[in-house]
C-alpha cells in the first residue's frame, strides 16, 4: 500500500470514526428518551427512508467514484447536473414512507420520523463525499463530519442539561447529516464550476445516470432490502420494542465498519487498474485476509465489552441487543469481503450478473427471515442477517465467469494451486 493510499485510507477512517460516535452518542440519548416503542418505530422509519435513499441515489455511488476517477471534468459534470434530480426522487419515494409508519395521535414518533426524513434527504443528494473519496481527499469529509458532530454534541447536551421538551432531540438528528452536506457542498464550489451548460446538457448527463444506474440500482437496492429486511419483518411480526432493541443490535455491529471500509475503499483503485487478472486476484485476496484479520480482532472486543456498552449508552431496556449484536459483528465482517468481492465483479464489467444475484440474494433472504424471526425472534433475525450474507458472499458469487470468486476466496486462504 503506497503512503498516499495509505494516507487517505487514515483519513476515510477518521471520517468514518467521527461518523460513528455521532450515530451512537446522539442516537443513544434519542433512545433512552423515548424508549424501546418509540425508538423502534424511529428505526422502522429509518429503515425504510434508506432503502428510498438508494433509489434517489441511481447508483451514483459507483459511477461518480469511477467518472470521477478518470475524467474529473466530466464527473464534476455528472454530480451538479444530476444532484436536484436525486433529491426529487427521494421525496416523491418518502412521502408515503411517512404516514405508512407514523401511527395516529404519536406526536414524538411523527416529529422523530420527520427528522430521519430529512436527515436522509441530505444524504441523498449528498455524493460529495464519494467525490473526495475518489480524488483521494478524504481530509475535507473528515473536518465536514467533524463540524457536523459537534454540533450535533453541543446541541444534545444543551437540551438534556437544561431539560428541553424530547421533541427537540429531532434537531440534532437533522443536523448530523446536513451540516457535513452544506460543508462539503462549499469545498466542492469553491473549487468547481457548477454550471453544466444548456438544459439539454444537462437532460444528457441525467439520462446517462438513470441508463448507467438502472443495473446498479436493481443490485444496490436489493441489497439494502435483504440488509434491513429482517429489521422490517420484526416490524410486521413482533412488537415495536423488539424493533427499537434490534435497531440497537444493527448500529453497534456496524459501528466498526467504517474500519474494513476505508481500507477497501482506498485499495479499490489499485486493484480496479490491474490489467493482468491474476495479479488482480492477489491483490484482492491480500485485502480479504486483511479484513478477516482486523474483524476478529474487533469481534472479540465485541464479545468481552459488548453488553457494558450497551448498558452504558442505551440503558437496561435495550440489554436483550446483546447476542443478536454478537452475531451481527460476524455479519459486518462477510458482509465487507461481499463488497470487495462485488467490486471485483464490476470490474469485469459483471453489473448484469450483480443485479440478477441480489434479487436471488433478496429472495433467499425473505425465505429464511420469516421462519428464523416467527420461531426465534430477535436470534433468529440476527441469525437470518448472518446466513444471507454468507451465502451471497459465496454460493452466489461462485456462478460469475467460471469461479472467478470462488479462486478469489481459496487465494485468501492461500491455496494457490488453483491459480496455475
Not at 452518542?25 to 424501546?36: L, N, Q, W
Not at 434508506?50 to 459534470?77: C, E, M, P, Y
Not at 437540551?159 to 448530523?176: E, G, W
Not at 461462485?398 to 479462486?407: P, R
Request: aromatic share 14%; hydrophobic share 55%.
Amino acid at each position: 500500500m503506497n503512503r498516499k493510499i495509505l494516507t487517505n485510507s487514515i483519513w476515510m477512517m477518521s471520517e468514518k470514526l467521527v461518523t460513528m460516535f455521532g450515530l451512537i452518542f446522539v442516537v443513544s440519548y434519542v433512545a433512552k428518551y423515548v424508549g424501546t416503542t418509540i425508538f423502534g418505530q424511529i428505526a422502522l422509519a429509518t429503515s425504510l427512508f434508506q432503502i428510498t435513499l438508494v433509489i434517489a441515489q441511481l447508483g451514483s455511488d459507483v459511477i461518480i467514484f469511477k467518472r470521477i476517477s478518470k475524467n474529473h471534468k466530466s464527473g464534476v459534470k455528472l454530480i451538479t447536473a444530476t444532484l436536484p434530480m436525486r433529491g426529487l426522487i427521494y421525496i416523491l419515494i418518502s412521502i408515503p414512507v411517512v404516514f405508512f409508519t407514523h401511527k395516529t395521535g404519536d406526536v414524538n414518533g411523527f416529529i422523530f420520523i420527520i427528522a430521519c426524513f430529512a436527515s436522509c434527504f441530505f444524504s441523498s443528494i449528498d455524493v460529495f463525499s464519494m467525490y473526495y473519496d475518489a480524488k483521494l481527499e478524504s481530509m475535507r469529509n473528515t473536518i465536514a463530519n467533524i463540524f457536523g458532530l459537534i454540533v450535533s454534541l453541543i446541541l444534545r447536551w444543551v437540551i438534556v442539561f437544561f431539560h428541553v421538551d424530547v421533541k427537540f432531540l429531532a434537531i440534532p438528528i437533522i443536523f448530523a447529516s446536513l451540516i457535513p452536506f452544506l460543508i462539503r457542498l462549499y469545498f466542492f464550489k469553491r473549487h468547481n464550476s457548477m454550471k453544466v451548460g444548456s438544459s439539454r446538457h444537462r437532460n444528457k448527463y441525467k439520462k446517462y445516470l438513470i441508463m448507467s444506474g438502472f443495473s446498479f440500482v436493481i443490485s444496490t437496492l436489493s441489497v439494502a432490502i435483504y440488509a434491513r429486511l429482517s429489521i422490517i419483518l420484526l416490524g410486521f411480526m413482533s412488537s415495536g420494542p423488539s424493533v427499537g432493541v434490534f435497531s440497537v443490535s444493527i448500529t453497534l455491529a456496524g459501528a466498526w465498519s467504517f474500519i474494513l471500509t476505508s481500507l477497501i475503499t482506498s485499495n479499490l483503485p489499485s486493484i480496479f487498474s490491474e490489467k493482468d487478472e491474476l495479479k488482480a486476484i492477489k491483490l484482492a485476496s491480500k485485502l480479504n485476509a486483511m479484513i478477516v484479520i482486523i474483524s476478529l480482532i474487533i469481534i472479540s472486543f465485541v464479545s468481552i465489552f459488548g453488553d457494558y456498552f450497551i448498558r452504558k449508552l442505551y440503558g437496561i431496556d435495550f440489554i436483550d441487543a446483546y447476542k443478536p449484536l454478537l452475531i451481527l459483528s460476524f455479519s459486518t465482517m462477510i458482509s465487507s469481503l461481499g463488497i470487495i468481492s462485488a467490486r471485483f465483479i464490476a470490474r469485469s464489467s459483471g453489473y448484469s450478473f450483480l443485479s440478477k444475484k441480489m434479487l436471488c440474494v433478496a429472495l433467499f433472504s425473505l425465505v429464511i427471515n420469516i421462519p428464523l424471526i416467527n420461531f426465534y425472534g430477535l436470534t433468529g433475525a440476527a441469525t437470518a442477517t448472518l446466513l444471507t450474507e454468507i451465502v451471497s458472499l459465496t454460493f452466489f458469487n461462485y456462478f460469475f465467469k467460471k469461479g472467478i470468486i470462488l479462486k478469489l476466496h481459496l487465494s485468501t486462504l492461500f491455496v494457490n494451486k488453483i491459480l496455475k
